[in-house]
C-alpha cells in the first residue's frame, strides 16, 4: 500500500497550489480519502475529505478556498488550494479509510509521508 503525496512547495499569499496524491497497492475505489495537515506545534487536522462516491466536506478554515476531488481511473485524489493564507503553512498528508467515510486522523487506515505547503505573506 502506498499513497504518495506531491505538488507542495513556497507560494505567496492568495496564490494557488494543486496537491496531488496517488494511490497503489489496493483497490482505491473502495476507500475514502482525506487531505490532512499539521503545522508545527499543532495537532494534525482534517482538511478537505471525500468518500467512495465522491461527497466531499471541508473544514470551515478552508472553505469557499480548497477543493477536494478523484480520479478512481488514475487512482489519484487532488486538493485545489487557492487564496493561500500565511496560516495554511503546513505539512499536508493524504489517507485512505476503507469504505465508510471519514476525515479524523484516528479513522484512517493508511498515510502517505507528506509534501510540505510553505505561504510566504
Known amino acids: 500500500v502506498q499513497l504518495v503525496e506531491s505538488g507542495g512547495g513556497l507560494v505567496q499569499a492568495g496564490g494557488s497550489l494543486r496537491l496531488s496524491c496517488a494511490a497503489s497497492?489496493?483497490?482505491?475505489?473502495?476507500?475514502?480519502i482525506g487531505w490532512f495537515r499539521q503545522a508545527p506545534g499543532k495537532e494534525r487536522e482534517g482538511v478537505s475529505c471525500i468518500s467512495r462516491t465522491g461527497t466531499s466536506s471541508n473544514a470551515d478554515t478552508v472553505k469557499g478556498r480548497f477543493t477536494i476531488s478523484r480520479d478512481n481511473a488514475k487512482n489519484t485524489v487532488y486538493l485545489q488550494m487557492n487564496s493561500l493564507k500565511p496560516e495554511d503553512t503546513a505539512d499536508y498528508y493524504c489517507?485512505?479509510?476503507?469504505?465508510?467515510?471519514?476525515?479524523?486522523?484516528?479513522?484512517?487506515?493508511?498515510w502517505g509521508k507528506g509534501t510540505a505547503v510553505t505561504v510566504s505573506s
Open positions: 489517507a485512505a479509510n476503507y469504505w465508510t467515510y471519514s476525515c479524523t486522523a484516528r479513522g484512517m487506515d493508511y
Open positions: 497497492g489496493f483497490t482505491f475505489g473502495n476507500y475514502a
